[in-house]
T-cell receptor
Framework: AQSVTQLGSHVSVSEGALVLLRCNYS??????LFWYVQYPNQGLQLLLK????ATLVKGINGFEAEFKKSETSFHLTKPSAHMSDAAEYFC??????????WGAGTKLIIKP | SQTIHQWPATLVQPVGSPLSLECTVE??????LYWYRQAAGRGLQLLFY??????ISSEVPQNLSASRPQDRQFILSSKKLLLSDSGFYLC?????????FGQGTRLTVV
């Protein structure tokens, strides 16, 4: 069965600093992996997805993620944090029965 | 392009009252449809999903039910709300792998 672990329920970085949000997955089949962002009182928006093509995936808002099979990881990064990046981020893996398996989420806090 | 509509955005309901939340998708046919709930400080909990008209799968036993009367319409209901039903409810649709979400409904049961 697939599962997703996001390390750190809260991550705090200074404006302009590197953003690194960690996601590890467990999957018995080649995974499809996703990162979503959620702003307060809004739905989730797809940031980027990995579907077995290039291992480095570029998404919206300057984010990217690298699929590392040996480490079963799909960490999300952004070189320089902006105040508007403050939100909650969810990692997910495609499961069976048309479902996505979700991580618990990481709240990104940007310090001015 | 495809869009998903979910309403209302906020709702305050007394304990014991009924609930009906509606979600519709435009620009696609036969989508997979989902209802999720986010309780305060918690992640996403899948409540129901549907792969076709009249086909509903429930993930968690609860005070809620779902229906899909039309191809692109998904309804979340309750006959009698409980305080524990408070939360943020999200509808989503999926063509294949990734999901696309509505704006959510903030439900407060008082």
């Amino acid at each position: 069965a697939q599962s997703v672990t996001q390390l750190g329920s809260h991550v705090s970085v200074s404006e302009g600093a590197l953003v690194l949000l960690r996601c590890n997955y467990s999957s018995s089949v080649p995974p499809y992996l996703f990162w979503y962002v959620q702003y307060p009182n809004q739905g989730l928006q797809l940031l980027l997805k990995y579907t077995s093509a290039a291992t480095l995936v570029k998404g919206i808002n300057g984010f990217e993620a690298e699929f590392k099979k040996s480490e079963t990881s799909f960490h999300l990064t952004k070189p320089s944090a902006h105040m508007s990046d403050a939100a909650e981020y969810f990692c997910a893996v495609k499961g069976s029965n048309y479902q996505l398996i979700w991580g618990a989420g990481t709240k990104l806090i940007i310090k001015p | 392009s495809q869009t998903i509509h979910q309403w209302p955005a906020t709702l305050v309901q007394p304990v014991g009252s009924p609930l009906s939340l509606e979600c519709t998708v435009e620009g696609t046919s036969n989508p997979n449809l989902y209802w999720y709930r986010q309780a305060a400080g918690r992640g996403l909990q899948l409540l129901f999903y549907s792969v076709g008209i009249g086909q509903i799968s429930s993930e968690v036993p609860q005070n809620l039910s779902a229906s899909r009367p039309q191809d692109r319409q998904f309804i979340l209901s309750s006959k009698k709300l409980l305080l524990s039903d408070s939360g943020f409810y999200l509808c989503a649709w999926s063509p294949t792998a990734e999901a696309f979400f509505g704006q959510g409904t903030r439900l407060t049961v008082v």
